[in-house]
């Protein structure tokens, strides 16, 4: 069960995430804030880093991602040994991830997902608990890709990072 929740976001999931954090603390989970406040543009990896990063620490126990549409986030986050996270869209899905994938990280898209619908998801992502069982083998099985594909060190991205330095790089886009 979760009880400290990291959540961070980029510019496109400061409301969600603001509608989050009220809705946690209302019901009585302590959250470390690590996301923008600001509507201004910000490069979610860096978000996505310091969530998955508390998690790893053990400051947080599960972690909540937001940018426009989730998905930059939830492929930031998964580069991260022992994450899993999820983007979810409906409720549903937030519960099948829990239960049967045992994710630690809940992916949102704060453009894409009405936020009348957000709590729902983020409600079911919550309630429910891994089962194991025969999910277990599917994640050993991760696990053990992800230590024979293990780096080096733990990396945390620049929180700037120019369009100068980013085109020198483009061989990775």
Not at 36 to 61: F, H, L, M, T, W
Not at 62 to 79: F, P, Q, Y
Not at 135 to 141: A, F, G, K, T, V
Request: charged share 20%; hydrophobic share 35%; glycine share 10%.
């Amino acid at each position: 069960m979760f009880k400290r929740i990291a959540i961070g976001n980029d510019h496109g999931g400061v409301e969600a995430k603001n509608l989050i954090v009220d809705y946690l603390t209302a019901h009585g989970y302590e959250v470390l804030n690590m996301g923008s406040d600001s509507e201004e543009i910000v490069r979610y990896p860096y978000y996505a880093a310091q969530v998955c990063n508390a998690i790893i620490e053990g400051k947080a126990d599960g972690g909540i991602l937001i940018c426009s549409t989730g998905i930059g986030m939830s492929i930031m986050a998964n580069k991260f040994k022992g994450i899993r996270a999820s983007l979810c869209t409906t409720p549903y899905l937030a519960q099948m991830t829990r239960r049967h994938n045992n994710s630690n990280v809940l992916c949102l898209g704060g453009k894409t997902t009405p936020l009348s619908e957000i709590l729902g998801i983020v409600e079911e992502w919550l309630r429910y608990e891994y089962e194991g069982g025969r999910h277990n083998i599917s994640l050993s099985m991760i696990a053990m890709g992800e230590d024979a594909m293990e780096g080096v060190c733990r990396w945390t991205p620049p929180q700037d990072l120019t369009p100068e330095e980013a085109d020198q790089r483009k061989e990775h886009v």
